[in-house]
């Protein structure tokens, strides 16, 4: 019963990040839900704003941090917050972006940024 429970979890997040306003140009967006990224992986080009957003209602608490990253790119590390927040970083850097919410240690995602063409 708990997979099931799980895999309804998983669609309704999917559904929640479909229904993010669509981001024109260079911006992505990162849903945070019940100790998961969404997506857990992506893709991007260089100068790509990437933009975390807590749900509007109530949820645990989380944050986002850089834990390893290209040569020469600076460590951050957002507020831990809980309801309708947003966090945005803009990557110039190429290279894989590991993230990592510090209070709930299987939330991650990664992040590869690739050099323009």
């Given amino acids: 019963m708990r997979g099931k429970a799980i895999v309804g979890i998983v669609a309704a997040a999917s559904a929640a990040a479909a229904a993010l306003p669509a981001q024109a140009g260079t911006t992505k967006v990162v849903g945070i ?28 608490v989380h944050d986002v941090k850089l834990k390893e990253r290209p040569k020469g790119v600076k460590r951050w590390w957002s507020a831990p917050a809980s309801v309708g927040y947003k966090y945005k970083r803009k990557l110039t850097v190429p290279g894989r972006y590991h993230i990592i919410c510090t209070l709930h240690e299987e ?3 990664n992040i590869v940024v690739k050099k323009r063409r």
């Avoid at 998961?36 to 975390?52: E, S």
């Fill in 33 to 60: 839900y019940d100790n998961f990224y969404l997506p857990a992986k992506m893709t991007v080009k260089r100068d790509t704003v990437v933009v975390w957003k807590w749900p509007d209602d109530s949820g645990d």
């Fill in 107 to 109: 939330m991650e995602m």
